[in-house]
């Protein structure tokens, strides 16, 4: 099975910045990388205190907290179908801290269906040549999007892996995001 960021070998297109750490390859918004076979792009990422689903009851962020949705798209550049894992992603703010996504965001995501498909709730199938889009929803102290947090991808699913950092230099409300979608089409 290969992992979202299996192999990292190769480093972002401009990866001339380096992590807080000083040592992780790192891009930002919209730059594609390749990892392995699979060359992945995060296309936005914004910011809401809540969304009501189809089904259920509304789910809100509480006080003093933020969620934050990743799109991104990844690409197969293979030859053979591969079985992606989405644990492999963090969220690291600039305090350092680093967080998970959401279970309980995007699994009411991945039921809801609008923003992450079901079949993409812990893992997607990815066809030779064939880009895939589909998202990360985290839940954070609002503080935590001061300054300029990082996408992280992981080789592995574990924080021991190489690994490539995405800065999200700009974070979009919900409506934000919304209008610039319709002012794009």
């Known amino acids: 099975m290969a992992i979202l960021a299996s192999a990292i070998i190769a480093i972002c297109a401009h990866a001339q910045d380096v992590g807080q750490d000083g040592v ?11 990892i392995g076979d699979e060359t992945l792009q995060v296309l936005e990422c914004f910011k809401f205190g809540g969304f009501s689903p189809d089904f259920g009851k ?6 003093g907290v933020t969620f934050l949705m990743v799109k991104f798209a990844v690409t197969n550049d293979g030859n053979e179908t591969q ?6 992603v963090k969220l690291r703010d600039s305090k350092g801290r680093r967080f998970s996504p959401s279970n309980r965001l995007n699994t009411a995501l991945a039921m809801d ?48 892996a190489s690994q490539v ?21």
């Open 24 to 34: 992780n390859p790192s891009c930002g918004l919209n730059e594609k990388f390749k």
């Open 58 to 63: 509304s789910i809100k962020a509480g006080k």
């Open 83 to 88: 079985t992606v894992s989405l644990d492999g």
């Open 113 to 160: 269906g609008r923003w992450i498909k079901p079949e993409d709730l812990w893992a997607c199938q990815l066809q030779p040549g064939i880009r895939h889009v589909t998202a990360r929803a985290f839940e954070v102290p609002s503080e935590s999007l001061n300054g300029i947090p990082r996408l992280i991808f992981f080789e592995n699913s574990d924080d021991s």
């Open 165 to 185: 950092e995405v800065r999200l230099e700009k974070i979009e409300t919900f409506e934000e995001a919304m209008k610039r979608r319709k002012t794009a089409k």
